[in-house]
């Protein structure tokens, strides 16, 4: 069973999904941006994705620009920035057991299918 954690306003999100579907695939699909990961979540999807938080986080969004844009921070500062905004979080990620893949460009999930 395959796991999106997933922004319906994202088109890159909404492609993926579409692709896991058409796969015929069970998939749950989690809205990140209602139900956040906890940082301990972050750091399994971060392990399982075999990226750094730096790697994971829209910096291109207003709250990044507004919060962190020009500050050093640690790898726990920038958990600790998605948790409390969950829209920093890159989308979608796609998680199979102890896999894991970033949605962007959305046929990355053909590796889990």
Known sequence: MLKIY???RCSKSRQTLELIQQAGQDVEVVD?????PTAEEINRLLQ????KPGQLIRQGEAIFKENYKGRQLTDHELIAAMVAHPV???RPIVVKGDKAVLGRPPENVQQLL
């Open 88 to 90: 920093l979080i890159e």
């Open 32 to 36: 990140y941006l209602k139900n956040p």
């Open 6 to 8: 997933h922004n319906a």
């Open 48 to 51: 399982k994705l075999d990226m």
